[in-house]
């Protein structure tokens, strides 16, 4: 079975430029999550979906973040313009449910920011 | 808002050791959560844990719900070599996810 999906794993881009990170979660599972790993601040939820309504995004560190979660299948993170201090691993998990116990994490995209 | 903190922050053990860390808050928590990460990956959940004083074990693994529910302690027996990673414990309060945090984790190295 496919687990959660995201693309790309790694991304190198400068400093001004728009970035796009992928998720696609696990079939049938109906919440979405993505969060940002860093040395400094660990793992923090950035935002959550809930059948791909927005369910609170209090976690997105500013207006240059967005999020979109068009169909049940598909979820974009986006960055723009991108800044260094945006280079982080970015992790999309899913679940069946709003169950946090139930999270199943994909493998990460990790986003460098010249 | 609500933070955890976790100790160790990291620790080299010999292989076959036992192993505990442990989760605090200041705030109280209704679900108590660890994962593991392995280098390269997303974290995989261990345990979870719901109720005051409950203890939970997964093989190798026991973890215990604090009973102030400010706590949760996380115990490896008999490590391995592939017990090395991070340890995140994470904590709920509500079903909001404004109040759902993850620890800074406990890095675990194991010696052969």
């Known amino acids: 079975d496919a687990g959660v999906i995201q693309s790309p794993r790694h991304e190198v881009t400068e400093m001004g430029q728009e970035v796009t990170l992928r998720c696609k979660p696990i079939s049938g599972h109906n919440s979405l999550f993505w969060y940002r790993q860093t040395m400094m601040r660990g793992l923090e939820l950035l935002i959550y979906f809930n059948n791909n309504v927005p369910i609170d995004d209090s976690g997105m560190p500013e207006d240059r973040f967005s999020a979109k979660m068009p169909n049940a299948s598909f979820s974009t993170l986006k960055i723009q313009p991108s800044e260094p201090r945006d280079s982080a691993v970015y992790f999309c998990a899913s679940s069946l449910g709003l169950s946090y116990n139930e999270q199943f994490f994909g493998p990460g995209t990790r986003l460098t920011v010249l | 808002g609500q933070q955890l903190n976790q100790s160790p922050q990291s620790m080299f053990i010999q292989e076959g050791e036992d192993v505990s860390m442990n989760c605090t808050s200041s705030s109280i928590f209704n679900t108590w959560l660890w994962y593991k990460q392995d280098p390269g990956e997303g974290p995989v959940l261990l345990i979870a844990?719901?109720?005051?004083?409950e203890l939970t074990s997964n093989g190798r693994l026991t973890a215990q719900f604090g009973i102030t529910r400010k706590d949760s302690f996380l115990n490896i027996s008999a490590s391995i070599p592939s017990d090395v990673g991070i340890y995140f414990c994470a904590g709920q309060s509500d079903n909001y996810g404004q109040n759902f945090v993850f620890g800074p984790g406990t890095r675990l190295s194991v010696l052969p």
């Open positions: 844990l719901y109720k005051a004083g």
